[in-house]
């Protein structure tokens, strides 16, 4: 089992930053890809950003440019650093941990970024 605790969500204006942190209670490098994803009222949990054991990263269009996920894998912790935020990124946040040949898949409880126009 392995928990994940998101933080770092906030209200913030249009334009602004905000970086979110996901610590893993066990090595993250055991898992093959570690990603971030949102939920809007409403709409269906999607796909933010994606980070592989081997380095790869993945962005979905919407976020491109804008923001960028990181590993440090001695503190056991994820980041997603946002910038220029736009009022369609307003959504709970959640960390994944996915080890597929295990077939172990974990989320965590979430972390609510609202962005004013």
């Known amino acids: 089992q392995v928990q994940l605790v998101e933080s770092g969500g906030d209200l913030v204006q249009t334009g602004g930053s905000l970086r979110l942190s996901c610590v893993a209670s066990?090595?993250?490098?055991?898992?093959?890809?570690m990603g971030w994803y949102r939920q809007a009222p409403g709409k269906q949990r999607e796909l933010v950003a994606l980070i592989f054991s081997g380095g790869s990263i993945s962005y979905a269009s919407s976020v491109k440019g804008r923001f960028t996920i990181s590993r440090d894998n001695a503190k056991n912790t994820v980041y997603l650093q946002m910038n220029s935020l736009k009022p369609e990124d307003t959504a709970v946040y959640y960390c994944n941990y996915r080890n597929i040949p295990e077939g172990k898949n974990y989320w965590g409880q979430g972390t609510q970024v609202t962005v004013s126009s």
């Open positions: 066990r090595s993250i490098f055991s898992a093959n890809v």
